[in-house]
């Protein structure tokens, strides 16, 4: 994926997300108007932060009924540690949100792919996990991730981002369902937590296909709990 700014032409058309207005800079504070007793910082991440960030992750996604199902309480945390790494990792679009000096939230962005009857690919940005605090949730913090996260990816020239979600809470940031756009998973389905969005207007017209995201999303269950066993040691 070749990564550019917009030029202003091409920055008038992409899309205006019409819910904050934000600092024009990657790094800086968030004006959130939902919360005016709340301040939320959203900047990059350092590598300094890894460790709390995974640590909020885990906090965020941990359910007592997916141990049953997959070993342990959510692999999440281990998705991050993975993906960090990984040549589909967007460093660029690696937000944390601080409440008074505390992290409280992360988002991360990774390089995936529309798969066209061509066989050629169409880039777009996949996103995820989104995870916020459990005790900061549900005031703004996840938004504020958000919205400051596309915007910037939409100012460095990405085009669309296509990722899973839950449906009842993307469609605010202008997410709709995938198969509005003509593209399916990479097995042909389509359900309404599969989500797309264009960030510059146009971006997937004509483009119809499977969608291909790094196969880090596949977590593999025994390693993710391997790892999680560093978390029960401090
Ligand atoms: C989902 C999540 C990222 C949202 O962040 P947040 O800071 O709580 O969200 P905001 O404060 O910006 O927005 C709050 C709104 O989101 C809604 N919301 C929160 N969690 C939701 C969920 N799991 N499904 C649907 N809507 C949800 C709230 O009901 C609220 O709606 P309202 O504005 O209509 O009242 C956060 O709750 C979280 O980390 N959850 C656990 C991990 C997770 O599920 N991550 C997302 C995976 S797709």
Same mark, same amino acid.
């Not at 024009?24 to 004006?31: C, F, H, K, S, T």
């Not at 991360?108 to 989104?130: C, E, M, Q, T, W």
């Given at each position: 994926?070749?990564?550019?700014?917009? +030029?202003?032409?091409?920055?008038?058309?992409?899309?205006?997300?019409?819910?904050?207005?934000?600092?024009?800079?990657?790094?800086?504070?968030? *004006?959130?108007?939902?919360?005016?007793?709340?301040?939320?910082?959203?900047?990059?991440?350092?590598?300094?932060?890894?460790?709390?960030?995974?640590?909020?992750?885990?906090?965020? #996604?941990? @359910?007592?009924?997916?141990?049953?199902?997959?070993?342990?309480?959510?692999?999440?945390?281990?998705?991050?540690?993975?993906?960090?790494?990984?040549?589909?990792?967007? *460093? =660029?679009?690696?937000?944390?949100?601080?409440? +008074?000096?505390?992290?409280?939230?992360?988002?991360?962005?990774?390089?995936?792919?529309?798969?066209?009857?061509?066989?050629?690919?169409?880039?777009?940005? +996949?996103?995820?996990?989104?995870?916020?605090?459990?005790? #900061?949730?549900?005031?703004?913090?996840?938004?504020?991730?958000?919205?400051?996260?596309? @915007?910037?990816?939409?100012?460095?020239?990405?085009?669309?981002?296509?990722?899973?979600?839950? *449906?009842?809470?993307?469609?605010?940031?202008?997410?709709?369902?995938?198969?509005?756009?003509?593209?399916?998973?990479? +097995?042909?389905?389509?359900?309404?937590?599969?989500?797309?969005? =264009?960030?510059?207007?146009?971006?997937?017209?004509?483009?119809?296909?499977?969608?291909?995201?790094? *196969?880090?999303?596949?977590?593999?269950?025994?390693?993710? @709990?391997?790892?999680?066993?560093?978390?029960? @040691?401090?």
């Amino acid at each position: 994926m070749i990564i550019r700014k917009l +030029n202003e032409e091409e920055y008038s058309q992409a899309i205006d997300l019409k819910i904050y207005s934000f600092d024009e800079e990657v790094e800086g504070r968030v *004006p959130n108007s939902m919360i005016k007793e709340m301040e939320i910082i959203v900047r990059l991440e350092k590598e300094d932060d890894w460790r709390a960030v995974e640590l909020l992750t885990r906090k965020a #996604f941990w @359910k007592a009924e997916r141990i049953e199902k997959i070993g342990i309480g959510c692999d999440e945390h281990y998705l991050v540690h993975t993906l960090r790494t990984s040549p589909e990792f967007v *460093p =660029e679009l690696d937000f944390v949100a601080e409440v +008074n000096g505390r992290l409280v939230g992360n988002v991360i962005f990774s390089k995936a792919y529309v798969l066209l009857p061509d066989g050629s690919r169409h880039d777009v940005l +996949n996103f995820g996990p989104l995870s916020v605090l459990p005790e #900061f949730q549900k005031q703004g913090v996840g938004s504020a991730l958000m919205v400051h996260s596309l @915007k910037v990816a939409a100012r460095l020239g990405y085009g669309a981002v296509i990722f899973f979600g839950h *449906p009842s809470y993307y469609p605010r940031f202008g997410f709709k369902e995938a198969k509005e756009f003509n593209i399916t998973t990479f +097995n042909g389905k389509n359900y309404p937590a599969f989500m797309a969005m =264009e960030l510059i207007y146009g971006d997937l017209e004509g483009i119809t296909g499977t969608y291909h995201e790094s *196969p880090l999303y596949n977590v593999d269950p025994d390693k993710a @709990k391997e790892y999680d066993e560093l978390f029960y @040691k401090e």
